[in-house]
């Protein structure tokens, strides 16, 4: 199982941005499915960004399709997610996941449930 340090999170406008990293530890993305999991208050935890590791195609719930960006950098074993237009919707702790995961243009799934890490808090707020 991988280990992952996901940080960047913080208190942010309406209309602002912000830039996750995940660093994966002890070990390299091995050509990994990666993605991004949101939780928000009360909710399920749910994935909103995924890349695949073999051809780098990304799957982006309908919520953040076309605000949020994913991307990857195995060199330095780090994922990234970049939001923009932010919402109030969009409050909630984030994880990433370097291990277990499955994905495609249309599916994000995570088939474990183990061995998240501690997440890092976004939250939208004026």
């Known amino acids: 199982q991988l280990q992952v340090v996901e940080s960047g999170g913080g208190l942010v406008q309406p209309g602002g941005s912000l830039t996750l990293s995940c660093v994966v530890s002890?070990?390299?993305?091995?050509?990994?499915?990666v993605g991004w999991f949101r939780q928000a208050p009360g909710t399920i935890r749910e994935g909103i960004a995924c890349?695949?590791?073999?051809?780098?195609?990304?799957y982006y719930a309908y919520s953040v399709k076309g605000r949020f960006t994913i991307s990857r950098d195995d060199a330095k074993n780090t994922v990234y997610l970049q939001m923009n237009s932010l919402t109030p919707e969009d409050t909630g702790v984030y994880f990433c996941?370097?291990?277990?995961?499955?994905?495609?243009?249309?599916?994000?799934?995570?088939?474990?449930?183990?061995?998240w890490g501690q997440g890092t808090r976004v939250t939208v707020s004026s």
């Open positions: 890349i695949t590791g073999d051809d780098g195609t990304t």
């Open positions: 996941a370097a291990d277990g995961v499955t994905s495609g243009s249309s599916f994000c799934v995570r088939t474990s449930d183990s061995n």
């Open positions: 002890e070990s390299s993305l091995n050509y990994n499915d």
